[in-house]
């Protein structure tokens, strides 16, 4: 009995004989994250606890197709992992979009986040300007809690310039819909807008963002922000600054119209040693006093190009406003890319 031919081979042979263009000008790859670190977490005066924590684990798929005259399809799709668990996020995936680029930018549709070929107009500033410590996920997370940099988005509409000089320009729409009616997908819109420059030691970025919503925004809502940060790099040292104005429809008397962030950095690099010193301070937005301080240390130890350990303090100082809710955290773990 003759053997059965594989399905990729069959596959390959009817799109020869198709003469399908797929067959010789998609290029796929496959890539993910493992991020655990062991933490010991504290609460104001309560007891303490341990946990064992995912950092932002992923598998993703991405890939291109050549299209002629300088015009390239791109795809994408990110599976968030909660690698302690084996269970996945909700949603499921972190992004999944397509996106087409040519001389004049990239385009993209879809879910989309900094990892997608147009970027995040204000989270990539960050990523460029600041770093973290040691993740910007579990008990290190800054992204949204101090500096609302609004990274991950549903049915959005991406773009991102060609670099002019080091200078980039990004642009993100998305039709944000009612939280109470979530198919009602053009209740609430966003617009987000970034301007990032990154050539020899500098790093700079200024960014805007605006909300809307049908019959007017809710209560405390976000309604719009500047953002601007510098980066700095002198080699082994690279200092940076990063501050910004959340605007809210706030009650008035009870509630803040404005809040504003800052954030203080330090990188020390030596061979494969690195340590990161991050001090932060938000305005608690439902507090007309309160402050949110919040300072870090880091320590990572690169024992190749893909796996690095960690190791790190923490403490949120949450609301001054309030008593006995500071969270300090300590944790060491590893990340893998792969």
């Not at 959005?156 to 002019?164: E, V």
């Not at 642009?171 to 109470?180: E, F, N, T």
Request: glycine fraction near 12%; aromatic fraction near 8%.
């Amino acid at each position: 009995m003759k053997a059965l031919p594989s399905i990729a081979a069959v596959c390959s042979l009817s799109i020869a004989a198709l003469g399908h263009p797929i067959a010789h000008a998609q290029d796929m790859q496959v890539y993910g994250q493992i991020r655990l670190t062991v933490n010991h977490l504290k609460t104001g005066n309560a007891g303490s606890t341990m946990e064992e924590r995912d950092n932002a684990s992923r598998l993703g798929f991405r890939g291109k197709e050549e299209l002629g005259g300088g015009l390239q399809a791109l795809f994408g799709m990110e599976m968030g992992l909660d690698a302690d668990t084996g269970s996945l996020t909700t949603p499921a995936f972190r992004n999944s979009y397509v996106a087409l680029r040519g001389g004049l930018g990239t385009v993209a549709l879809g879910r989309l986040d900094s990892a997608n070929p147009t970027g995040s107009p204000l989270y990539s500033q960050v990523t460029g300007i600041t770093s973290f410590a040691a993740n910007d996920a579990g008990a290190t997370a800054i992204g949204t809690s101090m500096l609302n940099a609004r990274n991950r988005t549903s049915n959005s509409l991406g773009y991102q310039s060609p670099s002019w000089g080091g200078t980039v320009f990004r642009a993100r729409y998305y039709l944000r819909g009612d939280a109470k009616a979530p198919g009602l997908e053009d209740d609430a819109r966003s617009l987000d807008l970034g301007l990032s420059y990154a050539a020899g030691p500098w790093t700079a970025g200024l960014g805007y963002a605006k909300d809307t919503r049908a019959g007017g925004l809710l209560a405390n809502e976000f309604d719009s922000k500047w953002q601007m940060g510098l980066r700095y790099s002198f080699g082994a040292i690279e200092p940076y600054v990063l501050l910004g104005r959340d605007r809210f429809n706030h009650k008035p008397g009870v509630s803040r119209a404005d809040v504003d962030y800052w954030m203080l950095g330090t990188r020390l690099r030596h061979g494969a040693h690195a340590v990161v010193l991050n001090l932060m301070q938000r305005d608690v937005q439902t507090s007309l006093t309160g402050k949110r301080r919040r300072q870090q240390l880091a320590y990572t130890y690169a024992l190749s190009k893909r796996t690095e350990l960690q190791a790190f303090v923490d403490h949120d100082g949450v609301d001054s406003s309030r008593p006995n809710v500071a969270v300090r955290a300590i944790g060491a773990g590893v990340r893998h890319d792969f």
